[in-house]
């Protein structure tokens, strides 16, 4: 399984949580969302799909 990092995005009550790989989306989310906490991980596996890159067809 190939490893990779990853930023992850936490409320500090734990009810929200959120990771990430793509650079776009973790600038989008610092902008959007700075009540959130952010810190970097290690994920296992394939890449993400993700949205803001790679829309639907």
Same mark, same amino acid.
Do not use: Q
């Given at each position: 399984? &190939? %490893?990779? &990092?990853? /930023?992850?995005?936490?409320?500090?009550? $734990?009810?929200?949580?959120?990771? $990430? +790989? #793509?650079? !776009?989306? *973790?600038? *989008?989310?610092?902008? @959007?969302?700075?009540?959130? !906490?952010? %810190?970097? @991980? /290690?994920?296992? $596996?394939?890449?993400? +799909? #993700?949205?803001?890159?790679?829309?639907?067809?």
């Amino acid at each position: 399984m &190939k %490893r990779r &990092k990853a /930023i992850e995005f936490y409320s500090l009550d $734990g009810e929200e949580n959120y990771a $990430g +790989d #793509c650079p !776009r989306w *973790i600038a *989008i989310t610092r902008r @959007v969302r700075p009540d959130l !906490r952010e %810190r970097m @991980v /290690i994920v296992y $596996g394939k890449p993400w +799909d #993700c949205y803001c890159c790679h829309p639907l067809h």
